[in-house]
């Protein structure tokens, strides 16, 4: 029942401080001690994501002091308060005031531990709650870009630098990851979203009209043509042009297409008028169009056209700690939309979530948190055990194969020992600090192996 949620101790008593530090520390907990409380005010801030544990009697800035300033950074951050015999009165009007928890002298460890988990979990709920609130009020404004991960971090700061600068940008990345709403939000996020966002999948339109679609045509410019069609490129003038899955534009519009790049012009079907366009491209791919063995067919020089700006749209399993964040963002709008309540997270849809490698990245997780909702996804149950020794990956770099082999082996001590750290870091031989940072590396959610969500 251990849990690596960051405590914040305060104790003006070194002694208890380092008793109590210790005692949370093998519960698993990562502690962070303090004798002063305003030195541990300056660390704490409205995304600190764990637990205050503090005492009452405290020389300069007392514990109820420290509450008040505390709530005031953030109402929701759990406080729990240590008190003295005489002073439970006081801690229970505390707990009026916003206080989590209090616990008074002498306590049993198990006391103490018990109630920061508790906090702590709590704490990760407000905490999504808070990520949840932000995504749909981006949904409002067009469609999310969820994840804490680093790398998404930094593609979202990416995207703000570059929203406003009219550069053509290629997307690439697996089937849904996502481009599309990246390219959506770099719409979104420009001087040109007054103008049209104009999506056009270049892998789901016959040769035959894929020229008009992109073009436009005159009346009676082909057999067909009963009028005038303005085509997508000249729709989308003022505005974005999203040109998705790019790779599987014919030899021929490629041609066109590269003119219309350089010249920022059209020339519609069965006409000599040339019209200006103001646009901006992005263009996305599932395959690298920079390997020349991977491009194929694709035009080199178009491809270094395109590539400006190139930006890179991770598959969901180098970035497994946003699963569960994600999960519950499309679980509520499955909810809402289905007007169904979210059923209650089961142990088998924890271990998938936490374990399944999600080749269909965001929209196989979407799929699923929908089907979750609907009450139609087994419990997982009759899944495949894994080996009882990890297989050696066969594919990638070694780098990429050794961080897979790592995880696997991390993933499967874990559940040997049912979730417990103390074991688990004893069988692996590393440290503590070490063994809570190749979870967050891996996104290994330790609670899908708990003993506790077997019961």
Not at 33 to 43: D, K, N, Y
Not at 221 to 248: N, P, V, Y
Request: proline share 6%; glycine share 8%; charged share 25%.
């Amino acid at each position: 029942m251990t849990s690596s949620v960051p405590v914040i101790l305060i104790d003006d008593d070194r002694d208890l401080l380092k008793a109590t530090a210790q005692t949370l520390d093998l519960a698993g907990f990562a502690v962070r001690p303090f004798a002063a409380p305003l030195e541990a005010l300056q660390t704490i801030d409205r995304n600190f994501p764990g637990v205050v544990v503090s005492d009452i009697r405290m020389p300069r800035l007392d514990g109820l002091e420290l509450l008040a300033r505390i709530r005031a950074i953030d109402a929701d951050l759990p406080v729990i308060l240590v008190t003295g015999h005489g002073d439970i009165p006081m801690a229970v009007g505390a707990i009026q005031d916003g206080a989590y928890d209090f616990i008074a002298k002498p306590f049993a460890a198990d006391r103490l531990v018990q109630c920061v988990a508790r906090a702590g979990e709590k704490r990760n709920l407000v905490l999504d709650n808070r990520r949840l609130r932000e995504a749909q009020s981006s949904e409002e404004e067009g469609l999310p870009l969820i994840g804490q991960a680093p790398v998404m971090q930094r593609l979202r700061h990416t995207l703000r630098q570059i929203a406003d600068t009219d550069v053509d940008v290629l997307l690439t990345g697996e089937t849904g990851t996502g481009k599309e709403v990246v390219a959506s939000l770099l719409h979104r996020w420009s001087r040109r979203a007054r103008g049209h966002f104009v999506a056009l999948n270049c892998g789901a339109l016959p040769e035959q009209i894929m020229e008009s679609e992109l073009f436009g045509h005159e009346q009676g410019a082909f057999t067909g043509a009963q009028k005038r069609r303005i085509g997508r490129i000249e729709h989308s003038s003022g505005g974005t042009l999203f040109l998705d899955e790019i790779e599987s534009m014919p030899s021929g519009t490629q041609v066109q297409m590269l003119r219309v790049l350089e010249m920022r012009e059209v020339t519609p079907l069965g006409t000599n008028e040339v019209r200006p366009v103001d646009i901006r491209v992005v263009a996305a791919a599932k395959v690298d169009l920079g390997d020349p063995a991977e491009r194929r067919d694709f035009r080199e020089d178009l491809y270094y056209r395109l590539n400006v700006v190139s930006l890179f749209i991770p598959p969901l399993r180098e970035r497994r700690e946003d699963v569960p964040l994600l999960f519950r963002y499309f679980a509520q709008r499955a909810a809402s939309r289905f007007g169904r309540a979210v059923p209650e997270l089961t142990a088998a849809v924890n271990r998938h979530l936490a374990t399944h490698d999600w080749p269909g990245n965001v929209r196989e997780l979407g799929h699923f948190a929908e089907r979750f909702v609907l009450g139609l996804e087994p419990a997982h149950e009759d899944e495949a055990p894994l080996p009882s020794a990890p297989s050696m990956p066969q594919a990638g770099t070694l780098p990429d194969r050794l961080a897979r082999l790592e995880a696997e082996i991390i993933r499967q001590t874990l559940r040997e020992h049912g979730g417990d750290v103390r074991r688990s870091i004893e069988a692996l031989g590393i440290p503590r600090k070490t063994f809570y940072d190749k979870l967050q590396r891996h996104g290994i959610v330790r609670g899908a192996f708990a003993e506790r969500d077997e019961a």
